[in-house]
C-alpha cells in the first residue's frame, strides 16, 4: 500500500486534513472491507494529489496562477473511481463493492472517461467554471458546509458569500444550458430544449405533460433537467452524480450527515457541543488520522466518524444505501485500527429490533371514556370525553412511520400522509417515546419543543388532492431507545397511524 504523500507546505497540509476524509468516506462506499478502504482512499489519495501538484504547477508556469482541473475534492473523489477502476482490471476487483463491479464493467462507468462531449452534463459544466466558483459551489451543495465555514474555506467575505454563491449557481446553469444545447441531439430533444430552459427557471412552474413524458425516457434531457433546476435537491444530486457517478447519492447524505456533526447538530442533550471530546469512538479516529497526516493533526475529523458510519439494511447497491440500505459493516473511522489494519470485528452495527416496540394505540384509553359518554348524558360525564372530539368519527387521514435506518445514537426516517380530503396546506404534529431529537428534514419544515414536532409543508408540496399522500423524511439521534412516534395529527385533528 502506498504511503500517503508529505504535505509540501501549510496550504497543502490544510488541504490535506480537508479532503482526507472525503476520500476516504467515498473508498469505503466502494470496497468490501475496512482494510480495502484504507488501501483505496490512500493509493487514490496519492494519484490525486500528485495530479493536483501537476496542474497548479502548469498553471504557474504558464498563466500565473494555480488551478487544477477540477476543484480538489471532486478531482480527489474521481482519483478513486479511477483506482477502483484499475483494481478491477488488475485482479483486485474482489476487494470492490459487487455493484460498483457492474457498473465499472457498463456503459455507464465508459461516459465518464469518453469524448468530452460525451461525459455528464454537470462534470462538463464544473470544469469550465473558475476554480473559485466550482470549490465554493461544491463546497455548499455537496459537502454541506454553512456558508460561514465555506467562506473562510476559500478567503471570501462570509457578509457577502450567500450572494456569491446565487451567482455562482447561476454561471453553472448557464454552463449546463450551453453544453446542452452545443450536444449532438436528436431532433425530438432540440425541439425541447427551449421549453426546457423556461420551466427549470420558475420552482413554481409546471412541467407539461409531453415534457414529463419525454423526460421519463431520454437520459440526456433527465440529466440537463437536474443540472438546470437550481431549486431543491435537484443540484447537489446532479454535481455529485455527474463527477464521480456510481454511489453519489450515497455520498452525498453521507457528507450531509458529517456536516451536521461539525455544528454540534443531532445531539438533543448537548446541542453545539465539542464531540471531540464528547464522543471516545470520535477520539480514536481522530488519533488514526492524526498519525497519518501530522500536519493536519490539530484540524477536527469528528465527521469523518459519522460520515463514513454505515446504515442498517441488506441492499448493496449505493443509492440504497444512501436511502437505508447500506452494506452491514463496521464503518472505518470508528475502528481504532482502522488507518491500514484489518478490522478486528467486522460485525454489524447493532440493529433496532431490542430498542424499538410497537407503538401504542392512540385508542388504548378510548373504551372506557367511550362508555361512559354513551350510558351518562350528564355534563360531568361528557366534560371527561370530549377531550379529543376527534373520536367521534373515525380519522380523515392516515400516517406511515417507516424507521429506514438505524446506527449507534443515530436514525433515519419517513413518513408517509394520506388524506381524504384536499388540502391547500398542512401540518403534521407527533410525539416521541424516547426524547428522540431531529437534526434535519427534508421535504418539509419543522419545529420541535421536548418531545413534540410539528411538520410543516414546503412550499412545492403544500397542496395534496383528496385521497393524495405527501411524504418526507428526516434525520434524528436517539439515546436509550428509539420507538416509533405516535400520537399523530394533519392539521389540528387526529391522524391514524398504519
Not at 476487483?93 to 455528464?120: C, F, H, M, V
Not at 444545447?181 to 420558475?202: I, M, Q
Not at 443540472?227 to 463527477?243: D, I, K, M
Not at 452525498?252 to 445531539?267: K, Y
Amino acid at each position: 500500500m502506498p504511503d500517503l504523500p508529505t504535505p509540501q507546505d501549510a496550504a497543502e497540509a490544510a488541504l490535506f486534513s480537508e479532503c482526507w476524509d472525503a476520500v476516504l468516506s467515498y473508498a469505503d462506499l466502494c470496497t468490501a472491507g475496512s482494510t480495502a478502504a484504507n488501501e483505496l482512499a490512500a493509493e487514490a489519495f496519492s494519484a490525486g494529489m500528485r495530479e493536483i501538484r501537476a496542474a497548479e504547477a502548469y498553471g504557474t508556469r504558464h498563466t500565473g496562477r494555480r488551478s487544477p482541473r477540477l476543484p480538489r475534492i471532486p478531482l480527489l473523489l474521481t482519483a478513486v473511481r479511477t483506482t477502483a477502476a484499475d483494481w478491477e482490471v488488475t485482479g483486485r476487483g474482489n476487494r470492490l463493492d459487487p455493484e460498483l463491479r457492474l457498473w465499472l464493467n457498463s456503459e455507464k462507468a465508459a461516459r465518464y472517461a469518453g469524448p468530452p462531449q460525451t461525459r455528464p452534463l454537470a462534470l462538463r459544466a464544473l470544469r469550465d467554471m473558475q476554480q473559485p466558483d466550482a470549490e465554493l459551489l461544491w463546497l455548499a451543495e455537496v459537502e454541506a458546509l454553512p456558508l460561514a465555514v465555506a467562506a473562510r474555506r476559500l478567503g471570501l467575505d462570509p457578509d457577502t458569500v450567500a450572494d456569491e454563491l446565487a451567482q455562482v449557481r447561476g454561471l453553472f446553469r448557464d454552463r449546463c444550458h450551453r453544453n446542452h444545447l452545443d450536444a449532438p441531439k436528436e431532433p425530438e430533444c432540440r425541439g425541447y430544449v427551449r421549453l426546457l430552459d423556461a420551466v427549470t427557471r420558475s420552482p413554481i412552474a409546471e412541467t407539461p405533460d409531453d415534457l414529463s413524458r419525454h423526460l421519463a425516457t431520454c437520459q440526456d434531457c433527465s440529466e440537463a433537467a437536474a443540472c438546470l433546476r437550481l431549486h431543491g435537491l435537484g443540484l447537489p444530486a446532479a454535481l455529485v452524480g455527474g463527477v464521480i457517478g456510481w454511489g453519489g447519492l450515497a455520498y452525498l447524505e453521507r457528507r450531509r450527515r458529517a456536516a451536521e456533526v461539525r455544528l454540534g447538530a443531532g445531539r438533543p442533550d448537548a446541542p453545539g457541543a465539542d464531540h471531540d471530546h464528547a464522543d471516545p469512538g470520535a477520539q480514536r479516529a481522530k488519533a488514526v488520522r492524526g498519525g497519518l497526516l501530522v500536519a493536519a493533526a490539530l484540524v477536527s475529523l469528528l465527521a469523518l466518524g459519522v460520515s463514513m458510519m454505515p446504515f442498517g439494511g441488506s441492499g448493496t447497491g449505493p443509492e440504497n444505501r444512501a436511502t437505508g440500505d447500506l452494506a452491514d459493516r463496521q464503518p472505518v473511522a470508528d475502528n481504532p485500527g482502522a488507518s491500514f489494519e484489518p478490522s478486528a470485528d467486522d460485525s454489524t452495527v447493532p440493529g433496532d429490533s431490542a430498542k424499538t416496540s410497537p407503538t401504542p394505540s392512540a385508542d388504548a384509553t378510548e373504551p372506557a371514556g367511550k362508555s361512559a359518554r354513551d350510558t351518562d348524558p350528564e355534563p360531568q360525564g361528557k366534560s371527561s370525553t370530549t377531550a379529543r372530539p376527534t373520536t367521534e368519527a373515525p380519522p380523515t387521514c392516515k400516517v406511515h412511520y417507516g424507521l429506514d435506518n438505524q446506527w449507534p445514537d443515530g436514525f433515519q426516517a419517513t413518513l408517509t400522509v394520506t388524506t381524504e380530503r384536499p388540502l391547500d396546506t398542512w401540518q403534521l404534529a407527533w410525539s416521541f417515546h424516547d426524547g428522540q431529537h431531529i437534526g434535519q428534514m427534508w421535504d418539509a419544515t419543522f419545529v420541535q419543543e421536548g418531545s413534540r414536532v410539528t411538520a410543516s409543508a414546503a412550499s412545492y408540496n403544500r397542496a395534496v388532492p383528496a385521497d393524495g399522500s405527501v411524504t418526507f423524511g428526516f434525520i434524528g439521534s436517539w439515546q436509550g431507545g428509539n420507538r416509533p412516534a405516535y400520537d399523530f395529527e394533519l392539521n389540528g385533528e387526529e391522524c391514524r397511524a398504519v
